[in-house]
């Protein structure tokens, strides 16, 4: 029985000893150490989609009184 005893006790250690093993060894996921390039370029497609947007309505409100100033 006491040998048993043992036995577990050192099954217990050795499960303790690997999961701090393992929190030691632990990695960051890979999306965020390398970013995709998607990531990286999204920004810049909607802004250069905001700035379209802004400078057709623009655009238009000139053209707009332009149209309206010669009839």
Do not use: C
Request: no cysteine; proline share 6%; net charge neutral.
């Amino acid at each position: 029985m006491n040998i048993s005893h043992q036995h577990s006790e050192l099954q217990q250690a050795a499960s303790e000893t690997a999961a701090a093993a393992s929190e030691e060894l632990y990695l960051p996921p890979r999306k965020k150490v390398h970013p995709t390039e998607k990531e990286k370029w999204l920004p810049i497609f909607y802004r250069t989609l905001l700035s379209i947007f802004v400078l057709l309505t623009i655009g238009l409100l000139v053209w707009g009184w332009y149209r309206d100033q010669q009839l």
